[in-house]
């Protein structure tokens, strides 16, 4: 049985994903007060489309969904944040997890 070499995939595919990322990410938040469900499945959808063409999904977006339940979160509505011990504490309602992210003081002198 011969195994097949992962042939990389093209920069271009990969710069449109990254855009229909993005895209995904607006439409989830726009629909979020009329269809929370739509917008957990655009979470959804965004990560199988990172997944499959290889690309991080930008740090900034990655703060709008749970880790654990990949809901789409909306602060004060559907999750708690807070700060502490040098820590952003994101508290999902849904699934009663929590997620800590280190945070930095940036001082700008």
């Known amino acids: 049985m011969a195994f097949r070499k992962h042939r990389p995939k093209p920069s271009k595919e990969r710069t449109i994903a990254l855009e229909?990322?993005?895209?995904?990410?607006?439409?989830?938040?726009?629909?979020?007060?009329?269809?929370?469900?739509?917008?957990?499945?655009?979470?959804?959808?965004?990560?199988?489309?990172?997944?499959?063409?290889?690309?991080?999904?930008?740090?900034?977006?990655?703060?709008?969904?749970?880790?654990?339940?990949?809901s789409y979160l909306k602060q004060g509505v559907n999750c708690r944040v807070r700060l502490h011990d040098k820590k952003l504490v994101y508290y999902c309602f849904g699934c009663k997890n929590y997620m800590r992210l280190p945070y930095r003081k940036s001082f700008n002198k």
């Not at 269809?35 to 959804?44: A, H, K, T």
């Open 20 to 70: 229909r990322i993005d895209k995904l990410f607006e439409q989830a938040d726009s629909s979020f007060n009329d269809d929370p469900e739509l917008s957990d499945r655009y979470v959804e959808l965004a990560r199988k489309i990172a997944m499959k063409f290889k690309v991080r999904i930008r740090s900034e977006l990655k703060r709008r969904f749970c880790k654990h339940c990949y």
